[in-house]
């Protein structure tokens, strides 16, 4: 195990669980905040700058900035988050689920150690050029049903903010 | 020289000329606002009062460092350097000139040649957002919240319009190294123009630098601070060095956004119809190359100052309705005509 792997890791996991229990809002954002920052540096670490630059620039530079200002339309720094949901249903629901998703980690990380070795990268790996071929020659379908989904979100939330169309 | 050595005096250099702009363009507001109002400015210390940051500097270091008792204390710390550092980390992918040779080696006057230079320009614009917010914030104040506020939502406004001026310049250039940009730049177009982005792009170019001002919260579009309203906005309980630094970073932010346009729209280091890289010494081209750049650099920090005390403030629904209504709508005919037009020539 790399050092750079390790600190980065750490401060993902870190940063992700301070995200959960944070009291505040705007704190809770910066972890993310974080978190994202974390990826990034883990992404250039296995040689793709470019999906490590758009975690950046579109997640942590849009989307989050997004969440910060719903945070600071809506809540003020004196307010506290509480559970909406004081109901036991839905916590033991949770719990349920987060132990299906740590089952299913799990499950994922066995076949790991086959994937761990050394291994020579392609010509121009993480270019920006490759990314692209690789999307529009052997990816197109996976693209366009990613283009479609987003598009039916855009509906979507036209329709929710104009109720008269 | 080993090849550390050289990339460290690059990135002191490329550091002392970020605070070297910023400093200077303290003054040149202050001297070129009175000019145009018909004052003199500070005209005492030091001849023209060239010593004036450096007095600034002195009065901010020395006054005491209020923080507000019901302000949160950890977050208010951190917002000054959490805008600050994001501005000076993103001249690092700046080509601020073309290539020295030193010894029989060459080195390319560019802290790191990355072949994602501009979108990591773009990605580090957006994460200086976060000081402002921070400190907005953790103020424990109306104006300062507000503040905070509005700055994410003209960033977010303003970054969809720029990143699609942006995409044309990719489409048109075929890369996102803004070296290869630049290099992409010399010569001639249409046989008597130069072969500046500009001219290639002069729509582009427009929503670009609109967009560069509501990024950088520049006058008409600074209503994070927007003094009438909002006191000073995010930093109104900012005192000190700590106010010193945001405002530092914002005049650091200018300096950077001067220098993508000039890489992206001016040819960079490259003088028109010249090359001066034929009739001049190896080392001496170096200089000149960056001198050059320097020179289109400082004409758009000027543009920065000459805007600002030309032009009023926009009223906050107006900003918005320029960022939705029309630079967006353009940003998309752009793109779809270029991409077009690249489409046909190739």
Known sequence: ?165 | MVDWQIDLIKVIFIWVWALLIAVVMTWVERRASAMMQDRLGPNRAGPFGLLQPLADGIKLFTKEDIIPEKARKILFVLGPPLFALPAFSAYAVVPFGDKIVLGGKEIILQVSDVNIGFLYVLALGAIGVYGMVIGGWASNSKYSILGGLRATAQLISYEVPMGLALLTIVLLYGTFSLREMVLLQQGTFLGFLPNWGIFKQPLGFIIFLVAAYAEANRVPFDLPECESELVTGYHTEYGSMRLGLYLFGEYVNLGTLAAITVCLFFGGWSLPYVDMSKFLGPVSYGIASFMVFFLKQAFFLFLFVWVRWTVPRFRYDQLMGLGWKALIPLGLVNLFVTALLVQLTI
Do not use: C, W
């Open chain 1, 1 to 165: 195990m790399d050092l750079y792997f390790i600190v980065f890791a750490i401060m993902a996991v870190g940063a992700g669980l301070f995200t959960i229990t944070a009291k505040d809002a705007l704190p809770s954002a910066l972890g993310l905040l974080t978190v994202f920052i974390a990826l990034s540096a883990l992404y250039l670490h296995l040689h793709a700058p470019l999906i490590a630059i758009f975690q950046v620039s579109i997640y942590a530079g849009a989307i989050l900035v997004l969440v910060v200002f719903v945070i600071m339309l809506l809540i003020t720094p004196d307010e506290e988050l509480e559970t909406s949901q004081k109901n036991m249903s839905y916590r033991i629901l949770g719990a349920f689920l987060g132990a299906y998703l740590i089952a299913l980690l799990a499950i994922g990380t066995k076949g790991v150690k086959d994937l761990i070795h050394q291994q020579t990268l392609p010509d121009g790996f993480g270019h920006p050029g490759m990314i692209g071929s690789l999307f529009f020659k052997e990816y197109l379908l996976h693209f366009e049903v990613a283009s479609v989904l987003l598009l039916v979100a855009l509906v979507a939330a036209i329709y929710l903010a104009k109720k008269n169309i």
